[in-house]
């Protein structure tokens, strides 16, 4: 087997494996770490296909952005339990039956629509990377944009801090 198959098959055992995990586990960090393995294992993924530039751009958002904002959500939430006090950050429902039937029909859906047509794309596959276009484009066409959506992330996240303290 050649290098690029078995990276591949390492990164969709790590992508499919951490989001099953993410799907049974009641503790919520817990699952923010394996969405974290997923998207981590789909950027990878997506450097195997040569798609470098949408690498980057899953890695900053959804890595970078989504799953920080998350973690914050987490913490930032009371949750202690008023009998007890302690804090719990376990899922109340227990029930596995029903993320279990939609991720199945959901693959077995993908399975049937991907065997029914001839898939073969014969299109040149080539090692360039269009990283430095993009990047260029950041610091200096798209500079201003690209920081003024980073302060208004920026501002809701100071937001949610705000909204999410306990006010005593």
Known sequence: MSPLVIAFLVLAMLTCGSALSMLWTKNL????????????????????????????????????????????????????????????????????LLPFSIGLSFFLGLFWLFTKGPWVINLPVTGDSKLREVGLGLLTEYAFPFELAGVFLLIALIGATFVAKNHD
């Open 29 to 96: 960090l817990h699952a923010a770490l394996a969405m974290f393995l997923t998207m981590l294992g789909l950027a990878g993924l997506y450097v195997l296909a040569y798609a470098d530039v949408l690498a980057v751009a899953h890695l900053l958002v959804y890595v970078g952005g989504v799953l920080i904002l998350i973690l914050f959500g987490i913490m930032l939430t009371n949750q202690t339990d008023p009998a007890t006090g302690k804090n719990h950050l376990m899922t109340r429902e227990s029930g596995r």
